[in-house]
């Protein structure tokens, strides 16, 4: 609701860094849209993407988003989008924002209701970029890394609730787990060098 969004806004007021926010699944693309257009301007019309540059880095935003399901999809005219921002040269760094982890986790049950449309064109489009290629999910609620056609995944850990690591083969809803909340520092150096941080906040009264 707008009221999140402006909740949100004011958790986010005290941050004097740039932010590049993406949409997931539970987000309403209006909603998101005219709560964050005056710091993102966003260049689809249909969806919320944009790209922008911060010193070396150039950071590449990909709405997954299919309304009023919790899967994420990418449309052709989304991945048409992505091929030709990566068909422009760049010698730094490239950050592809996405909220559902374009490979599978592992843990069935979400990966049901992971990106079921599109992985495939993407990922041939990620292995023909010869630069460096970073991407940064969410979605899952554990933190995760892994190598996808040549590119690092980086799954951030979750700001709300987390759930058990339950790699069985079967498709029942992991429980919920008494996990700190968790995010990631991503600190990238003058030379394009890139460490990466997990940090954890214990939550408060346990």
């Known amino acids: 609701t707008d009221h999140d969004?402006?909740?949100l806004r004011e958790v986010l007021s005290p941050l004097t860094m740039p932010i590049f926010?993406?949409?997931g699944n539970h987000d309403s693309r209006e909603a998101f849209r005219r709560a964050l257009d005056d710091i993102r301007l966003f260049e689809d019309?249909?969806?919320l993407q944009y790209e922008a540059k911060l010193g070396g880095v150039r950071i590449l935003a990909l709405d997954t988003v299919q309304d009023r399901s919790a899967k994420g999809v990418l449309c052709e005219q989304r991945l048409d989008w992505i091929e030709q921002k990566l068909a422009q040269p760049f010698c730094g760094q490239t950050m592809i924002l996405m909220h559902?982890?374009?490979h599978l986790s592992g843990i069935r049950f979400l990966d049901n209701i992971a990106l079921v449309e599109g992985s495939e064109r993407l990922g041939s489009i990620v292995a023909r970029y010869t630069g460096q290629v970073l991407i940064?999910?969410?979605h899952i609620h554990r933190p995760?890394?892994?190598l996808w056609n040549g590119a690092l995944v980086g799954i951030a850990g979750s700001p709300a609730f987390k759930i058990e690591l339950d790699l069985h083969p079967h498709d029942d809803e992991p429980p919920l787990v008494d996990?700190?909340?968790a995010y990631f520092i991503h600190r990238i150096d003058e030379l394009g060098g890139c460490s990466v941080h997990p940090r954890y906040v214990r939550i408060p009264g346990r």
């Open 45 to 47: 019309s249909a969806f």
């Open 136 to 138: 940064l999910c969410g």
């Open 100 to 102: 559902h982890p374009p």
């Open 179 to 181: 996990e700190p909340y």
């Open 21 to 23: 926010a993406i949409p």
């Open 144 to 146: 995760s890394q892994g």
């Open 5 to 7: 969004y402006a909740l």
